[in-house]
């Protein structure tokens, strides 16, 4: 495993491993609908899955992971905006 990969799973491991995710929340102070997706660990599994390949297509990923795809587009939109993965 290349060093970039490997530090890119400790960093996933450091930062969203454990507890969940804050929560968060719109302008108006309501919940975004991200905190349906959000799930201990579920970072981990899916910055794992990524580092494996270059790239994936969606529906892939999301069949491979025995996930929603929808649920997997959801976590992948917050990743983005967390600038952990590239779309």
Avoid at 3 to 18: E, I
Avoid at 22 to 41: F, I, N, P
Avoid at 57 to 75: H, Y
């Amino acid at each position: 495993m290349s060093d970039f990969k490997r530090l890119v799973r400790l960093y996933a491991r450091a930062f969203y491993d454990g507890e969940p995710m804050l929560k968060k929340m719109d302008a108006s102070g309501s919940r975004t609908k991200l905190d349906k997706v959000q799930r201990k660990g579920l970072a981990v599994v899916i910055i794992d899955a990524l580092t494996r390949v270059e790239w994936v297509k969606d529906d892939d990923l999301a069949s491979n992971l025995k996930l929603n795809p929808k649920q997997l587009r959801k976590f992948l939109k917050f990743l983005e905006s967390e600038s952990l993965v590239v779309r």
